[in-house]
């Protein structure tokens, strides 16, 4: 289970407590429990820095991160090096600026090999290559991470399920091939004042959802660019916490809430559960209108989101409507073409292709360690109202999820006609005009009654929607 803990340096106490509860949740008595213990910290989360470059090609740079990661369970972790028992590791980048928090850069995965049980998250039982033991910690140095061999696409992050060997090799100039890359103007200081970045690590450990310990593997730390070509760290990487998750605490306007799927269970069995997140702000740009934020980030869910809606009624004027997606490379199949979005009856909808055997590996559906924003400037201001998540892929639970949040609201003030509040001005708003008539209940112009003025503002917007 996701613990929510946003400490510093896992102890062994800490480590001890944080899986002691994962498993009294899910009431168990053996399991292992792979997190994300440090990224892109050199010394065994001695503070330092392992965040190396490799060279810029066709104007992206690449660019690796170190992981350790710590077995919090009470039983070993399979390693099985040259297998579909290892974890993958996947790298991201993320930039706040402006009120916008936007995944800026992924990496294919690295396909690990070894495990070499370190001590540094518990009390370390070592064990051989192919196992991590228990309270027991394992570093892939920035170097290793370089070398990046498996493809997302192909990783069912919910149960840690993959066929080997992959169908897909990275492809590409070697500087950047497979590596976390990024556009050199997002990371350039005097392009970008002000803004904050963070790395996130996040491992995909085979058979952890057996024990529900697959929701706590990634791990995010602040770190800052002193040019296109240098990454230093700021601080500790913050354990279970995912990148995402800071958004709120940066900005005063955002909030960031988990948001848990129904999945299918380990080799198609029962069920089991994914996680994303979903996020949102508004904005007052001082001129009438007010821009909204909203994001979603897709953390291990198998099922995916293929479509996002905003409930944004038909008198809302919008503007700088925007979707913003991850960037796939190295010749990985999934499209980087961008949702579409239509704005009728009350709702504002981004989606992309539905789910189809021809299309599982192409689609551009917001996949695991990926994010994508939605945005827009309306002439209304913020009224709460629940977005909807729409799942892609088929599953045991729901199809869609509903989010509290905020949208854009005019009605009661762009809609008077509309009595009935169904969204359409009809014969029902003619009956209650008319039966309002000499009282409030039927007044539409806003001179407090109903009157013959009222009915033939009825009468002129028969028809319209609100």
Not at 253 to 281: C, D, K
Not at 289 to 314: C, K, M
Not at 404 to 429: F, I, N, R
Request: glycine fraction near 14%; include cysteine; aromatic fraction near 8%.
């Amino acid at each position: 289970m996701h613990t929510g803990f946003v400490g510093g340096i896992v102890t062994a106490a800490i480590a001890g407590s944080l899986a002691a509860t994962s498993a009294s949740n899910a009431g168990l008595t053996e399991y292992f429990d792979i997190i994300t213990l440090y990224a892109g910290e050199d010394g065994y989360g001695g503070g330092g820095t392992d965040v190396e470059y490799y060279g810029t090609s066709g104007d992206i740079g690449g660019w690796a991160i170190a992981t350790t990661a710590c077995n919090l369970g009470n039983i070993v972790a399979p390693w099985d090096g040259g297998t579909n028992n290892v974890p993958v590791i996947a790298q991201n980048l993320y930039r706040y600026k402006s009120g916008r928090f936007e995944q800026i850069g992924q990496s294919w995965l690295k396909h690990s090999f070894c495990a070499v049980s370190e001590p540094g998250c518990g009390s370390c039982q070592s064990t051989g290559c192919s196992t991590l033991g228990i309270g027991c910690a394992d570093t892939y140095w920035a170097d290793l991470n370089a070398d990046a061999d498996a493809p997302r696409s192909e990783i069912n992050a919910t149960t840690g399920e993959y066929a080997y060997p992959f169908n897909l090799a990275p492809s590409g100039p070697s500087s950047i091939r497979g590596r976390l890359q990024v556009d050199p103007d997002d990371i350039n200081p005097s392009l970008n004042a002000g803004a904050q970045y963070f790395i996130e690590g996040q491992y995909v450990e085979p058979g952890e959802s057996v024990f529900d310990m697959q929701l706590n593997n990634a791990s995010s730390r602040a770190v800052r660019f002193t040019s296109t070509t240098n990454c230093s760290g700021l601080g500790d990487t913050v354990p279970e916490l995912p990148a995402v998750m800071r958004w709120s605490s940066l900005d005063p306007n955002a909030t960031v809430v988990e948001v848990f799927t129904e999945e299918i269970g380990q080799g198609g069995v029962g069920s089991t559960t994914g996680l994303l997140h979903a996020g949102h702000a508004a904005t007052d740009n001082g001129n009438g209108t007010w821009h909204y934020e909203y994001l979603v980030h897709n953390q291990n869910s198998h099922r995916s989101a293929g479509v996002f809606t905003i409930p944004v009624p038909d008198c809302v004027t919008l503007s700088n409507v925007e979707y913003r997606g991850p960037r796939y490379h190295s010749g990985e199949t999934v499209s980087n073409d961008p949702w579409s979005w239509t704005h009728e009856g009350g709702l504002l909808t981004f989606s992309t292709d539905a789910h189809t055997a021809d299309n599982d590996g192409i689609a551009p559906a917001i996949r695991w360690a990926t994010m994508a924003n939605f945005r827009f400037d309306a002439d209304a201001e913020p009224a709460a109202g629940d977005v909807e998540i729409g799942l892609w892929r088929s599953g045991p639970g729901a199809s869609s999820i509903q989010v509290a949040s905020v949208a854009p609201d005019c009605e009661q003030a762009e809609c008077p006609e509309d009595l009935t509040g169904d969204g359409v001005v009809d014969v029902d708003d003619l009956l209650a005009g008319i039966a309002g008539f000499g009282t409030p209940d039927g007044d539409v112009n806003g001179d407090g009654i109903g009157d013959v003025d009222d009915l033939l503002a009825l009468i002129a917007a028969f028809g319209s929607s609100c």
